[in-house]
């Protein structure tokens, strides 16, 4: 009897594989950086230059599993398990500090739209990270106002619960809604965003909402996802060949503490195939202090060595009055002195 199971189970088992499949993917990222300045935390003043290696200088080191099985009828069932980890040290990194803790969710697809079940990105931070002019780079960029403003909050949402519909006549839209899970409080850590989408020819327009409660149980997560905050944006992108326009409004409502709005523009040009510069600017005002605001601009050159492998030198500066303190880069230079701060990266970045 059990020769027979054996038997049955290994016939049965390319029949499986055949209606399934699991990727391995990953990203690389090294990078030499240098400021004319670092933040002295109890000062708000300069501590001095730094040359440091960063992990990340353009996108965050990760890998990962995703798979996708045939359900028949055009449905799918998906999942996705992601882990950040930072080449510096071997240690976790660009995540929310757990063994997954960027990714890590199971779902359905089909042609009536995908729904996904645990840690995942919020359509709010998915909207802007479309409407970046260059596309959430991790030296100069929306990514760094983003994570300076709210952290990881809206990026990495613990217990999230998505729906995503399929394009209709040019609109798509998404929802999520994150249980806190603490009992007895509904409230405690609960987190809902919401997007949509318009998209015609080389026109694509994008306006989102976010908000979260503090508390629940993604607080005892290593790095908390529980800035209590209220967000909104806008933004639209046009593409002229080789040439693609992005501008954007981003609002950041901190719950007992600032309002700051983020207002961005800037272009991407294809030189070559292999070639490509972009550059944008980001300026932040604080609408409760008006005397807080500061003011990110950075360009970067990117050459692609092969389909997967590219050296980059990006360079930027920000300034910064009052009480902000916006920085230049995600790794080592999240917050900045105030005054001007300029910096400069060069790095590789490996995709498999």
Known sequence: MLGLAG?????????????SSVTLYGV????????????????????????????GGLAGSRFGMRGAEDL???MRAIFDLESGVNIANGAFGNSNGGEFGR????????RYG??????????????????????????????????????????????????????????????????GGAAGNFQAGRQYSASLRYHLGSLAVDAA???????????????????EFDGRAIGASYVFNDLTVKASYVQYKVAGSFNDRVYSGGASYRITPA??????????????????NSILASTGLEYSLSKATL??????????????????????????????????????????
């Not at 038997?7 to 209606?19: I, V």
């Not at 980059?312 to 880069?329: E, I, K, P």
């Open 7 to 19: 038997a049955c189970a290994l016939s049965a088992a390319p029949s499986a594989h055949a209606q």
């Open 28 to 55: 690389v990222d090294g990078s030499l950086l240098y400021t004319n300045k670092t933040l002295n935390r109890k000062t708000g003043q300069s501590a001095g230059y730094q040359y440091s290696f960063t992990d």
């Open 72 to 74: 028949g009828g055009g």
């Open 103 to 110: 990714q890590a969710w199971v779902g359905v697809d089909s």
């Open 114 to 179: 995908t729904v996904k079940a645990g840690l995942q990105f919020s359509p709010f931070f998915v909207a802007v990270y479309d409407v970046d002019p260059r596309e959430m780079s991790y030296f100069g960029s929306g990514l760094v106002t983003y994570l300076n403003n709210v952290y990881v909050t809206g990026m990495f949402n613990p217990n999230g619960i998505s729906y995503m519909s399929p394009e209709i006549a040019g609109l798509q839209a998404n929802a999520m809604m994150a249980l």
């Open 209 to 227: 909402l976010y908000s979260g409660n503090a508390g629940g149980s993604a607080a005892s997560i290593a790095i908390p996802s529980v800035v």
């Open 275 to 292: 070639l490509n510069v972009d550059a944008g600017v980001w300026v932040t005002r604080d609408e409760n202090h008006s005397s807080n």
């Open 311 to 352: 050296v980059y030198g990006q360079a930027g500066f920000v300034t910064n009055h009052g009480a902000m303190h916006t920085g230049l880069s995600v790794n080592n230079a999240l917050n900045e002195a105030t005054g001007t701060t300029a910096g400069v990266n060069v790095g590789i970045r490996h995709m498999f």
